[in-house]
């Protein structure tokens, strides 16, 4: 079975220029969730989808941020503009469980560089 | 967030040892938590977890033990092997919170 795939694997941008992450979850998992991840940090929470719903976004920096999961199957997260902070790794992780709980699987993330 | 700790940031032990990472947590409310390992260059992989209203639990080579009245958890890993070497970290989960908080990571190095 594939698990969490996710594009691209490396991004490299200058400040002030837009940039897509995007997600396909493990078929039938529910629950999408996407997580910044700095270096030498946990993950942490931007937003957690339930099926096509955004049920958890107070985290995400929605200036900038914005996330969409159509159908409710393959997500993107898009940043507009860059700014050099946002350098990080972008976590997808799904799950079967509904309501944040359940085994999380976590793609291998994408790794942004913002100069 | 709610702070998610862990004692040592750095944990060096030699192959075949066994290895004893901590975790402190602070929200007294936290029932359920995870251990996840994460590997250069991967997503954390999740490895054990247990729920407030049990102690201890098992799974192969690993044990993870709750201590809900000093807010502790810790992972042990029996016969430390080179592919164990990694990052990890606990997440903590409160059923109200719908989200997990992960701490900040305890980087393991296994010596052949």
């Known amino acids: 079975e594939a698990g969490v795939v996710q594009s691209p694997r490396y991004k490299i941008i200058e400040k002030k220029q837009p940039v897509a992450f995007w997600c396909n979850p493990i078929?039938?998992?529910?629950?999408l969730y996407w997580y910044l991840q700095n270096l030498g940090q946990g993950p942490e929470l931007l937003i957690r989808?339930?099926?096509?719903?955004?049920?958890?976004d107070s985290q995400l920096p929605k200036d900038r941020f914005s996330a969409e999961r159509l159908k409710g199957v393959d997500s993107t997260l898009k940043i507009q503009p860059a700014e050099l902070g946002d350098s990080a790794v972008y976590l997808c992780?799904?799950?079967?469980?509904?309501?944040?709980?359940?085994?999380?699987?976590f793609g291998p993330g994408t790794r942004l560089t913002v100069l | 967030g709610e702070s998610v700790g862990l004692h040592l940031p750095t944990l060096s032990v030699q192959e075949g040892d066994n290895s004893i990472i901590n975790c402190a947590y602070s929200?007294?409310?936290?029932?359920?938590f995870i251990w996840y390992k994460q590997e250069s260059g991967k997503g954390p992989q999740f490895i054990i977890d247990i729920r407030s209203n049990m102690d201890k639990r098992q799974g192969q080579r690993v044990t993870v033990l709750l201590n809900k009245t000093v807010k502790h958890l810790s992972l042990q890993i029996a016969a430390t092997q080179p592919g164990d070497s990694a990052v990890y970290f606990c997440a903590e989960n409160m059923n109200t919170g719908n989200q997990f908080y992960f701490g900040t990571g305890t980087s393991l190095t296994v010596i052949p």
């Open positions: 989808y339930e099926n096509e719903e955004a049920v958890d």
């Open positions: 992780a799904s799950s079967l469980g509904l309501a944040g709980r359940g085994e999380q699987f």
């Open positions: 929200n007294s409310a936290s029932d359920y």
């Open positions: 078929s039938g998992h529910n629950t």
